[in-house]
């Protein structure tokens, strides 16, 4: 089971990583001086969910077809979603299809 007071301690900073990518970073500074495992663990999720978003919203403007925008950003909200009420909730749950990823790539964080 997770430590408690390590959820207390990283929530805060859990919920400011998945807002923006500016969120993120800010969060990977204010992580840096006493690090909390979930918080990192939420830094990395959300880290990858908008490097994701950035990523995929050039392939997904190319097609120029709002059925397939639409379907993207519901995907990508549902993610989100589904990242933030984990931080909210004091869950380490990884984001479905690609939260294992993140957490491998971003390790070091």
């Not at 301690?9 to 840096?32: D, E």
């Not at 690090?35 to 990192?40: C, I």
């Not at 190319?62 to 989100?80: H, K, N, P, Q, T």
């Not at 589904?82 to 491998?104: D, S």
């Amino acid at each position: 089971m997770e430590d408690f007071n390590d959820i207390n301690k990283g929530k805060n900073i859990a919920i400011v990583s998945y807002l923006t990518i500016i969120g993120s970073v800010i969060a990977i500074l204010m992580n840096n001086e006493d690090k909390s495992e979930f918080a990192s663990f939420h830094i990395r999720q959300a880290l990858g969910l908008n490097f994701l978003f950035i990523m995929l919203s050039y392939i997904v403007g190319g097609f120029d077809s709002w059925m397939i925008s639409i379907s993207f950003w519901i995907f990508m909200l549902a993610l989100w979603i589904y990242g933030f009420m984990g931080a909210l909730n004091g869950e380490k749950k990884e984001t479905p299809i690609v939260g294992k990823f993140f957490q491998n790539i971003f390790k070091s964080l």
